[in-house]
């Protein structure tokens, strides 16, 4: 199939002012453009090739082990420890010192002494240090309850609970997976010209989905230790249940603001994709075969998209209702007419809320690799590009430029203390970004600036003594307070995805709406909110392990298998 051009497109990508909402974002779902989606397709069409070189825990599971991957003519290795972590010591938070099982993505095949090198080192994580021989450090905590269930059921012969599994989802959860140069480990330039690291985060992927392998290993390790001869391994369709659980906070959330120009790069090849899909005249046969299977699998994946949050409860409860009336739609309906996929997304903008559109947005790529997958190419970013200001620009066309993005936030009652509720800053004790009470906590002076739209507005405002012919250099040598601000509308110009079009410190805000949307495009599934600031998330579930990977689907795993169930 060959790819459209723009102006070949019947449709055009949807408006950054629809799509940059919060509420939206928020609703996004994984797709065939997701970062993990990339690199177990990556993996299978370049028949990569893995082992284990070391593995040598005791019966308490601890000790060390190395995981390996052959990509692109590189070999990498994930180098993983095992700890006896006391349960007064499990902790998700960032200052935890330590945890069941710490991680390091090693660039080659460590050697011993490299092995003694990072066994000094990355258990301790921030009071370590890597080398450049490591491209990412991580950090994983058990979900005790799943894990002794685990244990136990294959120890005494039997296989885990199929509710208890999907209720969770995960053996472990990481708390961090930290690359581009964090303690030390080599900076996201000494790799990103390699064509498998080409892509955003494939490096954290990659740790990620050897992590999950190492997993269950070790699950089943511990099995044969306690259970001897009567233990048994996990049944395969259970074990692709698994995924790797992350908890994510508000560590995360100020990303899409602070990286505009790759935030931009990722929603533009998605709205891209879209565009291109509805644009379509007709449908074949073979293709709406696929979707309408992948339809029938979402819906499984929903039953089993286990949350407490209010908010996701609902949302989950709304989302699996409006897949059933999609597709009784689609059985009343079907999509043999013209322009079959423009119909059905305008029809679910009319009757169906904001999970299920972008549920259906993600889902009618899926029988279209060969018309969207060349955007993945197109969702990294140089930001050294846009660091430059315009200094020649007119004060008059910055003020314009001004007044057709941000009109809303000029809009905006910035005396409204409901408004201006909230700031951010960097809690010196737990050393995250955090969301505080501006009237109610005195946080102001070390406020971050995380809150564009307010300050364009006050921008524009000071704008507005000075003669449009005027320049911007003389304006901020004036104004060295705006420098920032300017800066962010001269880059949203050019990138007219970079800039969430809402209010990032109302009283109103809810911080997981930045965090689902960043993590749906690592390919996340299942987001539980622990609260508006923090979320678990599943990543790999349903996904083939590495001896599975050459003869199973490396592509549409995120979806349940409807066959394929153990009970």
């Known amino acids: 199939m060959a790819v459209q051009t723009e102006s070949e497109m019947k449709v055009a990508p949807r408006d950054p002012a629809q799509v940059m909402r919060l509420a939206r974002l928020g609703s996004f779902h994984q797709s065939r453009l997701s970062?993990?989606?990339?690199?177990?397709?990556?993996?299978q069409s370049e028949h990569c090739a893995f082992s284990r070189p070391k593995f040598a825990m005791d019966d308490a599971g601890v000790g060390h082990a190395v995981y390996s991957a052959e990509i692109g003519g590189r070999t990498y290795s994930l180098v993983a420890f095992a700890h006896d972590l006391p349960d007064a010591q499990r902790s998700d938070r960032v200052i935890a010192e330590a945890w069941d099982a710490t991680f390091t993505l090693f660039d080659g095949v460590p050697a011993d002494d490299d092995i003694d090198r990072?066994?000094?080192?990355?258990?301790?994580?921030?009071?370590?240090?890597v080398t450049a021989h490591e491209l990412t450090v991580?950090?994983?905590?058990?979900?005790?309850r799943l894990w002794n269930h685990v244990v136990d059921a294959l120890a005494a012969g039997q296989q885990p609970d199929a509710d208890q599994i999907d209720a969770v989802g995960y053996l472990m959860r990481t708390t961090?997976?930290?690359?581009?140069?964090?303690?030390?480990?080599?900076?996201?330039?000494?790799?990103?010209?390699?064509?498998?690291?080409?892509?955003?985060?494939?490096?954290?992927?990659?740790?990620?989905?050897?992590?999950?392998?190492f997993v269950r290993?070790?699950?089943q390790h511990m099995a044969r230790a306690k259970g001897g001869a009567e233990a048994v391994t996990l049944d395969p369709l259970l074990a692709r249940r698994l995924g790797i659980g992350n908890s994510t906070g508000l560590g995360m959330a100020?990303?899409?603001?602070?990286?505009?120009?790759?935030?931009?790069?990722?929603?533009?090849?998605?709205?891209?994709?879209?565009?291109?899909?509805?644009?379509?005249?007709?449908?074949?046969?073979?293709?709406l075969a696929l979707f309408?299977?992948?339809?029938?699998?979402?819906?499984?994946?929903?039953?089993?998209?286990?949350?407490?949050h209010p908010l996701q409860a609902g949302g989950v409860k709304q989302l699996d209702r409006d897949l059933q009336r999609l597709r009784d739609r689609i059985v009343d309906k079907p999509l043999t007419g013209s322009d079959p996929w423009n119909t059905i997304y305008l029809w679910t903008e009319e009757n169906l809320g904001l999970e299920a559109q972008e549920c259906l947005a993600s889902l009618m790529l899926e029988p279209y690799g060969a018309l969207v997958?060349?955007?993945?190419?197109?969702?990294?970013?140089?930001?050294?590009?846009?660091?430059?200001?315009?200094?020649?620009?007119?004060?008059?066309?910055?003020?314009?430029?001004?007044?057709?993005i941000y009109g809303w936030a000029l809009e905006t009652d910035w005396a409204d203390h409901g408004e201006i509720a909230r700031a951010w800053y960097v809690s010196a004790e737990k050393l995250e970004p955090r969301l505080g009470e501006r009237f109610e906590e005195p946080i102001e002076p070390y406020e971050q600036p995380l809150a564009p739209a307010r300050d364009i507005a006050r921008l524009h405002g000071d704008l507005a003594g000075w003669a449009g012919d005027e320049t911007v250099a003389a304006f901020v040598l004036r104004h060295p307070e705006h420098r920032h601000a300017v800066r962010r509308v001269q880059v949203v110009s050019r990138a007219p995805y970079a800039e969430i079009r809402d209010n990032t410190i109302s009283a109103e805000v809810l911080p997981i709406d930045m965090l689902r949307c960043k993590l749906s495009f690592f390919g996340a599934v299942h987001f539980d909110p622990r609260s508006d600031r923090w979320v678990r998330i599943c990543m790999f579930g349903n996904a083939p392990y590495p001896e599975e990977l050459a003869r199973g689907d490396a592509d549409t795993w995120p979806y349940p298998d409807i066959a394929a169930s153990p009970g």
């Open 118 to 129: 990072l066994s000094r080192n990355v258990p301790v994580q921030e009071a370590g240090r």
């Open 254 to 287: 100020p990303f899409l603001i602070n990286h505009p120009v790759l935030t931009n790069n990722w929603i533009a090849a998605r709205e891209n994709a879209i565009a291109r899909v509805r644009s379509l005249q007709r449908a074949e046969t073979s293709e």
């Open 292 to 308: 309408e299977n992948l339809l029938a699998r979402s819906a499984i994946s929903v039953e089993r998209w286990s949350t407490s």
């Open 176 to 213: 961090a997976v930290y690359g581009s140069g964090k303690l030390g480990a080599a900076d996201r330039e000494q790799i990103a010209g390699r064509p498998e690291f080409e892509s955003p985060f494939q490096a954290e992927m990659l740790t990620v989905y050897l992590i999950r392998w």
């Open 35 to 43: 970062f993990m989606r990339q690199l177990t397709r990556r993996m």
């Open 138 to 144: 991580s950090r994983a905590n058990r979900s005790v």
């Open 373 to 404: 997958d060349d955007l993945c190419g197109c969702m990294s970013a140089d930001e050294t590009a846009f660091e430059r200001l315009r200094g020649d620009m007119k004060v008059s066309e910055l003020a314009a430029r001004i007044e057709e």
């Open 217 to 219: 290993d070790l699950v």
